[in-house]
């Protein structure tokens, strides 16, 4: 009993395919059916393999930039008086 549909449910719906499909026509359903389970299942394992590895990338060291850092400007003297004035 598989989702609780008894064996002879299952043989007329099988039996339903057939007569609708053909039976030239089932083996491709059934091969494009597999490719589609075969391709979840990778998704998957690749889903699962990015989890398990997420730890180990998290604490390995970037990569330095390239790229040399940005001088900070100093502030004109008027924004600090302003900003002086503000803070008493």
Do not use: H
Not at 17 to 44: C, Q, W, Y
Not at 50 to 78: D, H, V, Y
């Amino acid at each position: 009993m598989v989702l609780f549909i008894s064996t002879g449910e299952i043989v007329f719906l099988l039996f339903a395919v057939l007569m609708l499909f053909g039976v030239d026509r089932l083996p491709e359903f059934a091969r494009t059916a597999g490719k589609a389970i075969r391709s979840v299942k990778n998704a998957a394992n690749d889903i699962k393999s990015e989890i398990a590895n997420a730890p180990l990338r998290m604490w390995t060291p970037a990569r330095p930039s390239r790229k040399s850092p940005r001088k900070l400007k100093t502030p004109s003297s008027a924004a600090c008086s302003g900003y002086k004035q503000l803070l008493s």
